[in-house]
């Protein structure tokens, strides 16, 4: 790793590099409405352009991994929100919602899905591996009991895939500008409530 520059105090290796760089590019997020560039990140910490290369291949690599880094912090902001919802049905429409309000206001990961940002990867990263590890996380947060309810290991796994291709319309269509918040939880109880109501079977005597 290169020692050169970093405001005399370079860091002790890639892992503290890379933190820094986030760290940085946050710190821009914030100063500057959402506006950042690589080079800019690079004058914050007094490193040449080509160090912060070495890290990330350009300005959208460094912004997911800024995001995917704050997931986190909206995953619990979302968690919070929900807190005492035990219906499943429930829990998935005002999720989404939630989901949709907090993006509109989120630095990080909302930044990605503006639409100067959105790009093909980042629209299909929403049903890809990492959105249904995060949907995971924040499904498992719930205080519902999913098999209390009738749904199997599977069925979970089809309605966190439900609930993100659903929310990956919706982030597409823009739906907070189309609809008011009353509109959009009808609209989602009658496609994504009503199927995640549909996937339990009944119980056989």
Known sequence: MRTHGWGGNPPRDDDEAT???????????????????????????????????????????????????????????????LNGITAPDAVLVEGV??????????????????????????????????????IRSMLSRLDIDWAAHGYTTADFDDVAEIALRTLQSLILDDARAARSDDELRHFLDRWLGSAVRAIP?????
Do not use: C, N, W
């Open 19 to 81: 933190a820094r760089i986030l760290a940085a590019t946050r710190k821009q997020i914030d100063d500057h409405d959402g506006s950042v560039k690589l080079s800019d990140v690079a004058r914050a910490l007094g490193v040449t352009r080509q160090t912060v290369y070495r890290y990330f291949s350009g300005t959208e690599e460094l912004l997911q991994a800024t995001a995917v880094g704050a997931v986190d912090e909206l995953l619990d902001r979302v968690a919070a929100r």
């Open 97 to 134: 919602a939630v989901v949709l309000d907090e993006l509109s206001r989120d630095r990080y990961v909302g930044l990605m899905v503006r639409s100067d940002h959105l790009s093909l990867g980042v629209l299909g990263g929403i049903t890809g591996e990492l959105g249904r590890t995060f």
């Open 201 to 205: 079977k009944p119980a056989t005597s």
